[in-house]
């Protein structure tokens, strides 16, 4: 038994047939739990595998109630190959949509071997597992941040990546490895996606963005100093080359990018029923528009009514100031395209801290 073998749940051996069965790794996390709502409401059956490192499995009772559906779910790392092939031969899985990975850009550049071995190890493994198990249809979450600073914006797909830390790095070398992967078997679909900053909850409050400790990034921040549990938010840096000083940064709605990737499901189907070379496909999702942090603030206020204390503290190491999309291939190659806005945004990320203060318990 390997070192993460206790972790998994015996699976039994009757197998679950049906073709539009998705593994969703990372599945309890914030990005990955709204696209199993999104999933669910476009036919799928998704199955979730998940550590529960960074997540809670109670997320699944929200998306039980929001969906009208529990879709099974292992606590298993995606590392434990033998687990993880459990999962394959149990569902008859048609594709997989790949979010598991520890994301905190800080934590990375302190711990990198762990980020690298979770990250690509785990990376590894599953595509090991895959490639075995013959289910070649992958969707992968890579991130913005692989293109470090860009010296063009909006930022478009073909730029020279040059990320500035560990977990950016660690998402380039995934990228790079399912190139590799495709060269030596072209029989594999693959859609890369790009986020930009996911910010938003499900429009019923049932499910948000619940970080374990101090938040890294802006709107936990801010919804928890909305809500009382931090006193005020340190912006970082009034001296960028923007507007007012401070950082401009792509949010979209977590519900828009969960609608991403069924998109980006449809596509795969439709790559997978044309017998010629399908080269991976890399695709921005982000609405196009850029916000600095002080408009951020002031427009979660004037929705939440609250007031949100702040102080300009200095620059965060390794920020940028500018970052947003070219959101051109997107509506091109996946037709989709982020349908709501800024206010939508805040509204729905203050529904799920008001009526969560703790977050999932
Ligand atoms: P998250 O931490 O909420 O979700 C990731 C999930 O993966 C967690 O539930 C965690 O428990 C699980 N996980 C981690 N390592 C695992 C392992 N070895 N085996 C099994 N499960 C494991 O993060 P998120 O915000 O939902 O991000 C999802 C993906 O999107 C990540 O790959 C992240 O890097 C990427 N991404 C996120 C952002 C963002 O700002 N949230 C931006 C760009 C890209
Ligand atoms: N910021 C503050 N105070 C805070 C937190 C953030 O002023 O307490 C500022 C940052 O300086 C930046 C902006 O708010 O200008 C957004 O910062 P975030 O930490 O929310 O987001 P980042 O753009 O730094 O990074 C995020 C994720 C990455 C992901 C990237 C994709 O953390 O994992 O978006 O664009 F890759």
Known sequence: MDKYSKMSKSIKSKKISSNSTILVTGGTGYIGSHTIVSLIAAGYDPVIVDNLSNSKVSVLKRIAKIAGKKPPFYK???RNQKALDGVFQKHRISSVIHFAGLK????SVACPINYYENN?????????VMADRGVKNIIFSSSASIYGEPSVIPIKEGTMPAPTNPYARSKLIIEQILQDIYIGD???RMVILRYFNPVGAHESGLMGEDPQGIPNNLMPYITQVAVGRRKRINVFGDDYPTSDGTGVRDYIHVMD???GHTAALKKIVKMTLIKSKQKPLIVNLGTGRGYTVKEMIQ???EISGKKIPYRITKRRPGDIATCYADTAMAQKILGWKAQ???SDMCADAWRWQSQNPKGYV
């Open 76 to 78: 298993i790392d995606i």
């Open 104 to 107: 905190a850009v800080g934590e």
């Open 120 to 128: 690509i190890g785990g990376s590894l493994s599953l595509f090991s």
């Open 186 to 188: 072209p029989v594999w």
């Open 257 to 259: 990018l969960a609608e």
């Open 299 to 301: 427009t979660f206020a």
């Open 340 to 342: 709501r806005n800024l």
